[in-house]
């Protein structure tokens, strides 16, 4: 089974702050998935990427951008943080999610 | 896009007590999953389950796909079941899920 590893589980930024998220899997996975969770939303799909340089939009990339350089390794990065993007951050590969980032814009 | 939903949204339970979590989904899809969130936020694959009934241990999990609904039942349930419990759907091969708001689940000892 492939291992999902991102690489914060508590952030705390400010509001303005250039933030990123790292997700990094152990294998040779080629779909790459970030997804938000907020409370009563459920899980919301951001960005996702089916091969190196590769990204798609997903139903709420406004704020977001996301960068794959390499196969294993999908960032996700908020320009410009702001309070409203304070949320849990979960990666998937396939179908197995890392562990997540709980992140606070303060 | 396709619709999931889950009810109930929230279920509490003494410990040994029987439950059935529902997913109802508003069009076909290529696959469905349950997932279990733990207390501490880890998602844990349950079932791959696009049609039939699949089995493991106490949990069992059934999908009507022509009616489209899914269902998730836990037997004698124990504190360590309680967390969120999520269905997701899939449309063509792609990976991507769209995922229902969920059932929290607390049982009580």
């Known amino acids: 089974d492939v291992k999902v590893t991102q690489s914060s589980r508590y952030l705390v930024k400010r509001t303005g702050e250039k933030v990123f998220l790292e997700c990094v899997q152990d294998?040779?996975?080629?779909?790459m998935f970030w997804y938000r969770q907020d409370p009563g939303l459920g899980l919301r799909l951001i960005y996702f990427?089916?091969?190196?340089?590769?990204?798609e939009k997903g139903d709420i990339p406004e704020g977001y951008s996301v960068s794959r350089e390499k196969k294993e390794r999908f960032s996700l990065i908020l320009e410009s943080a702001s309070t409203n993007q304070t949320s849990m951050y979960l990666c998937v590969v396939g179908y197995t999610f890392g562990s997540g980032t709980r992140l606070t814009v303060v | 896009g396709i619709q999931v939903e889950q009810s109930p949204p929230d279920l509490i339970l003494q410990e040994g007590a029987n439950s059935t979590l529902r997913c109802n989904f508003s069009d076909s899809v290529n696959n469905l999953q349950w997932f279990h969130q733990n207390p501490w936020g880890q998602l844990i694959n349950l079932f791959y389950i696009p049609s039939g009934t699949k089995q493991n241990g106490r949990l069992s999990a059934t999908t009507v796909a022509t009616e489209r609904y899914s269902l998730l039942y836990i037997s004698s349930s124990q504190t360590t079941d309680s967390g969120v419990y999520f269905c997701?759907?899939?449309?063509?091969?792609?990976?991507?899920?769209?995922f229902g708001t969920g059932t929290l689940l607390a049982v009580q000892p």
């Open positions: 294998m040779d996975h080629e779909n």
């Open positions: 990427s089916y091969d190196v340089k590769m990204k």
């Open positions: 997701a759907v899939e449309r063509g091969a792609t990976n991507k899920l769209i």
